[in-house]
């Protein structure tokens, strides 16, 4: 069965500095990874995505991810953060073909940017 | 193009009664899917359409929820009764394709439901 584990419920950063979301997943196979974020009172919007290509995946708004399978995480960074990157992120991993792109979603991590 | 639709965004009702929630996929995607997402927590599939034939309800309560897409465009899902542990964000999302290894599910900004 996959999973995910996300390190942090919350991380507080100044605007500026660097950002990192940790994730840690369990899969049997080999998985698709996904960061979601979410604003407030506002729907998940898709940051970026790892499906067995580049191990370094770039997203929208300067974000990215490395896929390091012999530490199974699939960590968000981000160079310098702005006060509109404040919101909830979701590490993800998607079930196997059988379950038909089912999403499975960690607890999320909290981001504050400190002005 | 618009989003995933939903309504209502806020819906606050008395255990016991009854609640549906309603979903407009974006045009031509085929999978539609409803989420729910307690306080703190990450959104958890309730169950999964493929046009309008449910795939995958193995999460759903069945007692209480039921869900349907008879046209295989917009969706509701019910809950009768509805308890208090019920009160969550029920999300909607929609895809392309069934497989949606993309993880390209496109969601809806939900209906935060309070059960007083």
């Known amino acids: 069965a996959q999973s995910v584990t996300q390190l942090d419920s919350h991380v507080s950063v100044s605007e500026g500095t660097p950002v990192l979301l940790r994730c840690n997943y369990s899969?049997?196979?080999?998985?698709?990874l996904f960061w979601y974020v979410q604003h407030p009172n506002k729907g998940l919007q898709l940051l970026l995505k790892?499906?067995?290509?580049?191990?370094l995946v770039k997203g929208i708004n300067g974000f990215e991810a490395e896929f390091k399978k012999s530490e199974t995480s699939f960590h968000l960074t981000k160079p310098s953060a702005h006060m509109s990157d404040a919101a909830e992120y979701f590490c993800v991993v998607s079930g196997v073909y059988n379950q038909g792109g089912k999403l499975i979603f960690g607890q999320g991590t909290e981001l504050s940017v400190k002005p | 193009e618009a989003g995933v639709v939903q309504s209502p965004r806020y819906k606050i009702i008395e255990k016991k009664q009854p609640v549906a929630f309603w979903c407009n996929p974006i045009?031509?995607?085929?999978?539609l899917y409803w989420y729910r997402q307690n306080l703190g927590q990450g959104p958890e599939l309730l169950i999964r359409y493929e046009n309008e034939e449910a795939v995958d309800d193995s999460q759903l309560p069945k007692d209480r929820f039921s869900a349907e897409r008879l046209k295989g465009v917009d969706s509701t899902l019910k809950i009768q009764p509805a308890e208090l542990g019920d009160s969550a964000v029920y999300l909607c999302a929609s895809s392309f394709h069934r497989d949606s290894a993309g993880g390209e599910q496109y969601f809806g900004p939900g209906t935060r439901l309070t059960v007083t």
């Open positions: 899969s049997s196979y080999s998985p698709s």
């Open positions: 790892y499906t067995s290509a580049a191990t």
């Open positions: 045009s031509g995607h085929n999978t």
